[in-house]
């Protein structure tokens, strides 16, 4: 087939992507319901066990803003499959946690890495699998969907066995890591049948790929920029800061109703998927609208639970920031894939990602503040700073619609010359 690696298509080549991309998320959001347990078994501070949640950000963004690039220079699949692999080894290192709190830093930066890669690289893998020539028959849109939901799906089993082995099982904190290490290690088996669009040939450096233009597109600056910090944002609200504020209300069961807070938030966001997508538009900005009034909304819920601190409210805390973080998620990941040219995909991908993933540094964030201001307060303020967000969505919602996702770019350009050659 012209411009491919494989000679056949196939329609469910994206399915063992989507599982890699899975198994990352797996890898990457396990550790979030452990951090009660690291609390009382590691006795470690509150503000520790948040930085323990951000250093994985330190990974993640060198992961996200250098794998795309790279992935368009050598291919995907090469860059998909060492972040996969990583996935298994930052597991392995996590697992060395007992030995103190080194193995865990270094295990949570070397996750960021790979689900950083895995982000960016199986994200537009997977759009490129759901399209001609591999499936021509994918609804517009399914690429976003299929890698959102494999995200989202990978991050909520990820957080829910980790917590159920930690909570039951022997070696509260080595046995969580062992099954995404298993799973990381099969998929790793299937990817090398999965075909590829031939990466094109560019010439100089890497360094120069890491620009990105279509970071500069008005549409993204005044619509996708001012929501994507709160997609990651709301799930640290409602999964890391919630069950710290209820910690001393559920005693031996603190454990177990964090990694239900984080199950809660990442179903709710599988759920409101087909209600993401059906608030797309190219018209208007009203997907990233409702999901930033949804993440107001949950985070005011929480500041107001903050004194009370009832645990059935914050299952609804966490109900409505879910539904906010996967309609942000989805809507963000179909602007990107509108705005940028072909060149600039994974690219543009990783940006998004990484400006995403700066909410997971608002736990530490408040944790640090908290000695001068109340969570009630820090809370109100956060909503604040979200309708601030909102406001500026709003009032650009109708402007700077995306015009460049037709141009033909370098990679097209290559493709076609490809095509042409072999015609």
């Known amino acids: 087939m012209p411009g491919t690696d494989e000679p056949r298509p196939a329609t469910s080549a994206w399915r063992p992507v989507a599982a890699a991309m899975f198994c990352c998320g797996w890898a990457g959001n396990q550790f979030t319901p452990l951090l009660v347990m690291y609390r009382r078994l590691g006795g470690y501070s509150p503000l520790t066990v948040d930085a323990m949640l951000g250093a994985y950000v330190l990974g993640l963004v060198p992961g996200l803003l250098i794998g795309g690039p790279a992935s368009d220079r050598y291919g995907r699949r090469p860059l998909m499959l060492g972040g996969t692999a990583l996935a298994a080894i930052a597991c392995a290192v996590l697992a060395a946690g007992p030995l103190g709190v080194g193995p865990i830093f270094l295990g949570r930066m070397l996750t960021g890495v790979a689900v950083g890669v895995a982000m960016a690289v199986g994200t537009s893998w997977v759009k490129e699998l759901s399209g001609a020539p591999f499936d021509p028959d994918a609804s517009a849109g399914a690429g976003a969907r299929r890698a959102s939901l494999a995200l989202t799906a990978g991050f909520a089993m990820g957080a829910g066995v980790a917590g159920a082995l930690a909570q039951w099982a022997p070696w509260p904190m080595v046995l969580p890591y062992l099954p995404p290490i298993v799973l990381s290690l099969t998929v790793l088996t299937m990817l090398p049948k999965v075909p590829q669009l031939s990466p094109g040939r560019i010439e100089g450096p890497l360094w120069r790929d890491l620009r990105v233009p279509a970071a500069g597109h008005r549409r993204f600056i005044r619509v996708v920029l001012p929501t994507a910090p709160w997609i990651f944002g709301a799930a640290g609200i409602a999964y890391a800061i919630t069950p710290q504020l209820e910690a001393d209300r559920m005693g031996d069961w603190q454990l177990l109703y964090a990694t239900a807070l984080t199950v809660l938030t990442l179903g709710t966001g599988v759920a409101v998927q087909p209600i993401a997508k059906r608030l797309d538009s190219l018209s208007t ?61 994974a690219g543009l991908t990783g940006v998004f990602y990484a400006l995403t993933y700066t909410g997971f540094l608002l736990p530490a964030l408040l944790a640090l503040l908290s000695d001068a201001l109340s969570y009630t307060t820090l809370l109100l303020l956060v909503t604040v700073v979200v309708l601030a967000c909102l406001s500026v969505v709003t009032t650009n919602s109708r402007r700077h619609l995306p015009t460049r996702a037709h141009e033909p770019t370098r990679r097209d350009a290559l493709r076609s010359d490809q095509a042409n050659a072999q015609a």
């Open 285 to 345: 900005a009203r997907g990233a609208m409702a999901a930033l009034a949804l993440v107001a909304l949950g985070t005011l819920m929480c500041a107001l639970n903050a004194g009370p601190r009832s645990p059935w409210a914050g299952l609804a805390v966490a109900i409505v920031l879910g539904a906010g973080y996967s309609i942000g998620l989805v809507n963000g990941l179909l602007e990107i894939q509108r705005i940028a040219t072909g060149r600039d995909l």
